[in-house]
């Protein structure tokens, strides 16, 4: 993880750099401009996501919750199964 990170503020560092030689005067806002994008497709992919399923369990909408489970597990009987296990954990007689 350490090294990811170095690489990725090593990259960002030279494509600053390389911004700033293209234009002195409007350098600074491309370096901006660019560093919110990922910060905008993050936005995006949240607003997609479906809610978690133990926080929907503990919302009382368990039916919710298997259908989330439903779409991300190979089976019905595996989603079944961890529906079952979330409830126990979360204490709920469903």
């Given at each position: 993880?350490?090294?990811?990170?170095?690489?990725?503020?090593?990259?960002a560092?030279?494509?600053?750099?390389?911004f700033?030689?293209?234009?002195?005067?409007w350098?600074?806002?491309?370096?901006?401009?660019?560093?919110?994008?990922?910060?905008?497709?993050?936005?995006?992919?949240?607003?997609?996501?479906?809610?978690?399923?133990?926080?929907?369990?503990?919302?009382?909408?368990?039916?919710?919750?298997?259908?989330?489970?439903?779409?991300?597990?190979?089976?019905?009987r595996?989603?079944?199964?961890?529906?079952?296990?979330?409830?126990?954990?979360e204490?709920?007689?469903?």
């Amino acid at each position: 993880n350490a090294l990811l990170v170095c690489i990725g503020q090593f990259s960002a560092g030279m494509v600053d750099g390389l911004f700033d030689q293209v234009s002195d005067e409007w350098g600074w806002r491309f370096m901006l401009g660019l560093a919110a994008l990922p910060s905008v497709a993050m936005f995006i992919g949240f607003m997609k996501l479906p809610e978690s399923p133990r926080w929907l369990v503990a919302a009382g909408r368990s039916g919710e919750a298997l259908d989330v489970l439903r779409s991300f597990r190979d089976s019905d009987r595996v989603a079944n199964e961890e529906l079952a296990e979330i409830l126990e954990n979360e204490g709920v007689t469903d």
